[in-house]
């Protein structure tokens, strides 16, 4: 389980604040079973050619937050700290989320029993980030630019979800956080502790983001269950 954030602004700003805050959050929270967010953490943001850059850590993100420097003035940024549901699955870099494909930056948490298909990947977030880049790569039935559009990008998160429903034996929580580069998306479906899987949302003239738990300092409102939500 762990915990991420999205976030777009209509200004250039420094994510170094939300950051911190996003960094305290991940210390105070604990999943459902006593289990925490330290077992590494990423941070990817737009630069000004409007390509994604990133960082990735093994250490906790409220250990090495502010040895971070070099982040620059963004409009669109993502977070993920990670907790390793598995031992075998600690202290290995490339499980580090966000994952970068062309314009898209995505982050994952939730767990899943029983998935029937075979997909490439290490790791479940691997497997889910795989399928999902395939159908936006391969959109059913549009042209070739449909799955660019954000109408594109919500059917895409929802057929997902159609056949991870249909080819798993329970989903405990499945959350996805994309962005495309211009907008933001969350999908959030989750069957049971809906205290720790829930996302919530802030937004006001200038500042726009979707996070695991409210962040200190801003007045988030809840996402229901079982939506897609598109900032």
């Given at each position: 389980?762990?915990?991420?954030?999205?976030?777009?602004?209509?200004?250039?700003t420094?994510?170094?604040?939300?950051?911190?805050?996003?960094?305290?959050?991940?210390?105070?929270?604990?999943?459902?079973d006593?289990?925490?967010?330290?077992?590494?953490?990423?941070?990817?943001?737009?630069?000004?050619?409007?390509?994604?850059?990133?960082?990735?850590?093994?250490?906790?993100?409220?250990?090495?937050?502010?040895?971070?420097?070099?982040?620059?003035?963004?409009?669109?940024?993502?977070?993920?700290?990670?907790?390793?549901?598995?031992p075998?699955?600690?202290?290995?870099?490339?499980?580090n989320?966000?994952?970068?494909?062309?314009?898209?930056?995505?982050?994952?948490?939730?767990?899943?029993?029983?998935?029937?298909?075979?997909?490439?990947?290490?790791?479940?977030?691997?497997?889910i980030?795989?399928?999902?880049?395939?159908?936006?790569?391969?959109?059913?039935?549009?042209?070739?630019?449909r799955?660019?559009?954000?109408?594109?990008?919500?059917?895409?998160?929802?057929k997902?979800?159609?056949?991870?429903?249909?080819?798993?034996?329970?989903?405990?929580?499945?959350?996805?956080?994309l962005?495309?580069?211009?907008?933001?998306?969350?999908?959030?479906?989750?069957?049971?502790?809906?205290?720790?899987?829930?996302?919530?949302?802030?937004?006001?003239?200038?500042?726009?983001f979707?996070?695991?738990e409210?962040?200190?300092?801003?007045?988030?409102?809840?996402?229901?269950?079982?939506?897609?939500?598109?900032?």
């Amino acid at each position: 389980m762990c915990r991420f954030l999205l976030c777009k602004s209509k200004q250039k700003t420094n994510p170094q604040q939300i950051l911190e805050s996003f960094a305290k959050m991940a210390k105070k929270s604990k999943a459902f079973d006593g289990d925490w967010q330290g077992d590494g953490w990423g941070i990817s943001w737009l630069d000004k050619n409007n390509c994604w850059q990133i960082y990735k850590s093994l250490k906790p993100i409220w250990e090495d937050v502010q040895s971070i420097k070099r982040l620059y003035m963004t409009t669109m940024f993502a977070i993920h700290a990670r907790s390793a549901t598995f031992p075998q699955h600690k202290k290995n870099i490339e499980y580090n989320q966000p994952y970068l494909y062309n314009q898209y930056a995505f982050v994952f948490n939730g767990y899943l029993k029983g998935v029937s298909l075979s997909i490439p990947g290490k790791i479940g977030a691997q497997k889910i980030w795989f399928l999902l880049r395939k159908v936006l790569d391969h959109p059913q039935g549009d042209n070739n630019k449909r799955h660019k559009h954000p109408a594109g990008v919500i059917k895409a998160l929802e057929k997902v979800k159609n056949l991870l429903k249909k080819n798993t034996k329970q989903i405990q929580a499945l959350n996805i956080g994309l962005s495309d580069g211009e907008k933001i998306y969350a999908l959030t479906y989750y069957s049971k502790h809906p205290k720790y899987y829930q996302l919530h949302y802030y937004k006001d003239s200038s500042l726009q983001f979707i996070c695991s738990e409210p962040l200190e300092g801003y007045s988030s409102a809840l996402i229901t269950a079982n939506q897609i939500i598109t900032l």
